[in-house]
């Protein structure tokens, strides 16, 4: 079992910045692929981004490569999506994701455990 914690949403203006930290406890964290997922009121839940078990490979959503960043550290225990030029259709809750899976998931089926998201709002 692994406990996922999201941090770091909040308020923020057109073309600004923000980074999300999800931490993981429970069992080993490196055993994961980690994902990024997101939910916009009235929206299915979209896939945002996801990583590797080690960290050397990712895989972004159309709408945010360039832009969002995903990494881990693996003595942290953390996944991290840093995310730069924030746009309103941003705007949602995010979550973060491990999966039991190899390589990098991008479907939310392929993903095991979640956190409870954090919201991000960017104002226009």
């Known amino acids: 079992q692994v406990q996922l914690v999201e941090s770091g949403g909040g308020l923020v203006q057109a073309g600004g910045s923000l980074r999300l930290s999800c931490a993981a406890s429970?069992?080993?964290?490196?055993?994961?692929?980690m994902g990024w997922f997101r939910q916009a009121p009235g929206k299915e839940r979209e896939f945002v981004a996801a990583?590797?078990?080690?960290?050397?490979?990712?895989y972004y959503a159309d709408s945010v490569k360039g832009r969002f960043t995903i990494s881990r550290d693996k003595v942290k225990n953390t996944v991290y999506l840093q995310m730069n030029s924030l746009k309103p259709d941003d705007t949602a809750v995010y979550y973060c994701?491990?999966?039991?899976?190899?390589?990098?998931?991008?479907?939310?089926?392929?993903?095991?455990?979640w956190g409870q998201g954090t919201q991000v709002t960017v104002s226009s």
């Open positions: 994701a491990a999966s039991e899976r190899i390589g990098v998931p991008r479907y939310e089926d392929d993903y095991d455990y």
């Open positions: 429970g069992r080993t964290f490196s055993n994961y692929p």
């Open positions: 990583i590797n078990r080690s960290g050397t490979s990712t």
